[in-house]
Nanobody
Framework: QVHLVESGGGLVQAGGSLRLSCAAS????????MSWYRQAPGKERELVAD????????TYADSVKGRFTISRDNAKNTVYLEMNSLKPEDTAVYYC???????WGQGTLVTVSS
């Protein structure tokens, strides 16, 4: 079955960087668009970024454009989210998602201190 496992979250100071990883298994990874969503305390989940199956097309939420970069390695069945210039408002649980079929990882917590 589809399995998505995020890693790389943690506590970082404002202005710092983190790199999230999502290891995928149970499906043909290279055939699917992959996404990162996040949910901040008391807020709804929101799309952060997504990437096409071969990585040629990427979209970002306006709030992270220029600071976050999504990428993928289809040989490793892994999608990444490089997060730079982090702000306290980036604090959230970050989820790796395969929207087709509505598959979500367990999430990884990112906390940005001011």
């Amino acid at each position: 079955q589809v399995h998505l496992v995020e890693s790389g979250g943690g506590l970082v100071q404002a202005g710092g960087s983190l790199r999230l990883s999502c290891a995928a298994s149970g499906f043909t990874f290279r055939s699917y668009i992959m996404s990162w969503y996040r949910q901040a305390p008391g807020k709804e989940r929101e799309l952060v970024a997504d990437i096409s199956s071969i990585g040629g097309s990427r979209t970002y939420a306006d709030s992270v454009k220029g600071r976050f970069t999504i990428s993928r390695d289809n040989a490793k069945n892994t999608v990444y989210l490089e997060m730079n210039s982090l702000k306290p408002e980036d604090t959230a649980v970050y989820y790796c998602v395969r929207l087709r079929g509505n598959h979500w990882g367990q999430g990884t917590l990112v906390t940005v201190s001011s």
